[in-house]
Every structure is written in structure tokens, then in C-alpha cells.
């Protein structure tokens, strides 16, 4: 599980701990630029990796949602089933933040529905890789989560 956010300090997060003594390819070095290389991470941006065993990747999830009920947050998930899932199992456990969910099988006005609603209001957006292509968020997301199986 990956999770990335602005604001506050920058947390230098050598890449070399999770790669096994790699270089840092992932641009997750600590934010700062090198050169002129427009793909460095910037330096308002920390990012952290926990390694979570499968069982327990929706406990985490669950926990970090309720420890951050005031922020926005944008949830990656690898499939439309899994969002659909995720959404509606966490939406039974009302943690006390609206929850919405994004996918491909949607049709195009419902999905910029759904945008418009979560970037006015603290939310979390339960999405697969369809909300990252070419969309700025006008306003800031706080969290960004990438859920790998």
C-alpha cells in the first residue's frame, strides 16, 4: 500500500529500504529536483510505503480512512469489482465521511458527477485508474492510496 500527501514537512523516505539497496526509480527520494527533470517528485509531496499483508489490507485501509475524516482522499484500486466492493462494504461500516466510488463501466456524466461531488467536499473516492488519466482536481486531495494486490 502506497500513500502520498501534501502539505506539513517533507519526509525524506530513502527508496533504497524497499527496493533492497536500489536506486530510488519510483521518484520517491525525499522531493528533491534534480537537473532539470520535470518527473521528480515535488517537494511539497511525501510518500510512504507499508508493506501489509493481504489479510489485513482492508483492516489498514479502514484505519487510515477513519484516522484522516478531514481530508480528501483518492483511493486506487486494480478493478471495477474491487471498487464496487470496497465502496459498498465500507459504506455499511459509515465511517463518518462520505464515500464515492469511480470506474470505467460508468457511464461518462455520472463519472463527472461524481468528481464534481468529491473534490467540493472532505470525501473518499474509491476509484480505479480511470480517475487518473488527464484529470486535474481543482481543489487539493490530501491522500492519494494506491491499493496493490
Do not use: Y
Amino acid at each position: 500500500m502506497a500513500f502520498s500527501g501534501g502539505g506539513g514537512e517533507v519526509v525524506h523516505c530513502d527508496g533504497a529500504d524497499i527496493n533492497s539497496g536500489e536506486e530510488d526509480r519510483a521518484g520517491m527520494g525525499g522531493g528533491e529536483r534534480k537537473g532539470n527533470d520535470k518527473a521528480a517528485t515535488p517537494n511539497r509531496l511525501q510518500q510512504k510505503v507499508i508493506l501489509v499483508p493481504l489479510d489485513q489490507k482492508l483492516d489498514m485501509l479502514w484505519s487510515f480512512i477513519k484516522a484522516h475524516l478531514n481530508s480528501i482522499i483518492l483511493v486506487f484500486l486494480s478493478a471495477c469489482k474491487q471498487v464496487r466492493f470496497v465502496h459498498e462494504a465500507f459504506k455499511k461500516l459509515q465511517p463518518g465521511i462520505p464515500l464515492k466510488c469511480l470506474h470505467g463501466r460508468m457511464k461518462q456524466v455520472k463519472r463527472m458527477f461524481i468528481l464534481q461531488q468529491f473534490v467540493e467536499q472532505r470525501s473518499v473516492l474509491f476509484s480505479t485508474d480511470v480517475s487518473s488519466r488527464g484529470l486535474d482536481f481543482n481543489k487539493g486531495v490530501d491522500w492519494v492510496v494506491q491499493e496493490t494486490s
